[in-house]
């Protein structure tokens, strides 16, 4: 490929462009709102519902948590009792 061939920009690349710029203008992270859900979270920031909702929600991960956590615990106690096992028998 020559360096005029790179430099070539066709009516398509172009319109492939603009309809990049076009989605980045309004670009968004996660999912799409709905008014509903706008004015409920609007709503629940306005009152304080929303701490409340925070709080579960970590609440909710630190039970998750505390439950691998034990899990964790019983395997460790699993190999610490299997390597002592092992070393006895040497």
């Known amino acids: ?8 920009i066709d009516a398509e690349h172009i319109k492939k462009w603009q309809r990049l710029d076009e989605l980045d203008s ?3 992270s996660g999912q799409p709102v709905t ?5 409920a979270y609007c709503a629940s ?3 304080g519902t929303y701490l409340q909702e925070d709080l579960q929600a970590v609440q909710k991960q630190k039970q998750k948590l505390l439950q ?5 615990e019983e395997i460790e106690s699993t190999l610490q ?8 028998s040497y």
């Open 26 to 28: 309004s670009a968004i």
């Open 1 to 8: 490929m020559s360096e005029t061939d790179s430099l070539h």
């Open 35 to 39: 008014p509903q859900q706008f004015q």
């Open 68 to 72: 691998t956590l034990s899990l964790l």
């Open 81 to 88: 009792s299997e390597i002592a096992r092992t070393h006895q």
């Open 45 to 47: 920031i306005k009152n």
